[in-house]
């Protein structure tokens, strides 16, 4: 019995952050707003014991600070810490895409290309989520074809502190350009050059840096 409570805590805890987090990547709690483990738990109808632990966990990720006896809040859009999150996930998608290319089966690079219609299809419609989701299902093959289970772990832990300022871009317009990014990786990793598959994965993510200045 200790056992299955031990996993009902765990799974509470993982919840509690999962929905924390993807509200403060979608915006409903903004920058800098301040937030109270008793309101959370009461709108997430939970305890405060796994939100307190969401909170201290999404503190260590970047995405919530907290001064002690003054507040916590979400931490601001543009930091420090959001651009070297960033440098962080382009090295890896770097790493990813120049181990992963040589690799490839043609099904890899036409799901990639089937995401980068569904990526293009969003973007056309303002469809800011779609766009988002499409976008990692593509860059997802090559970090699941490089292998390397530290590469996605990295990704999955820093790619949320950035992705407010990625639905900043793609809600401004920006996905035409990304298609265009896109296609040119995809024509990279038809021809196995892994070489440029890499320094288009470079110039795909440098973009992104380039929002926090």
Not at 34 to 44: K, T
Not at 46 to 70: F, H
Not at 137 to 142: K, M, Q
């Amino acid at each position: 019995m200790s056992v299955v409570e031990r996993v009902r805590r765990t799974l509470l805890r993982e919840t509690a952050h999962q929905v924390i987090r993807d509200a403060i990547v979608r915006g409903d709690l903004a920058p800098g707003s301040v937030v109270r483990d008793a309101d959370l738990a009461e709108e997430l109808g939970l305890s405060r014991a796994p939100v307190r632990d969401a909170l201290a966990r999404l503190a260590d990720e970047g995405l919530i600070e907290t001064k002690p006896q003054s507040h916590t809040r979400v931490t601001p859009l543009l930091s420090r810490d959001v651009r070297d999150a960033a440098a962080v996930v382009r090295a890896m998608h770097e790493l990813a895409a120049r181990t992963a290319v040589p690799r490839l089966s043609d099904a890899d690079c036409d799901a990639m290309a089937a995401a980068n219609d569904r990526f293009a299809a969003a973007a056309r419609a303002v469809d800011v989520d779609g766009a988002l989701r499409a976008d990692d299902e593509l860059h997802d093959v090559l970090v699941r074809a490089c292998g390397n289970r530290a590469v996605a772990a990295t990704i999955d832990r820093y790619t949320p502190l950035i992705r407010r300022l990625e639905r900043i871009r793609f809600g401004e317009g920006a996905g035409h350009q990304s298609v265009e990014l896109h296609e040119r990786l995809i024509e990279a990793c038809r021809a196995r050059d892994a070489a440029t598959a890499t320094a288009v994965t470079t110039e795909i993510w440098r973009e992104l840096e380039d929002l926090t200045d």
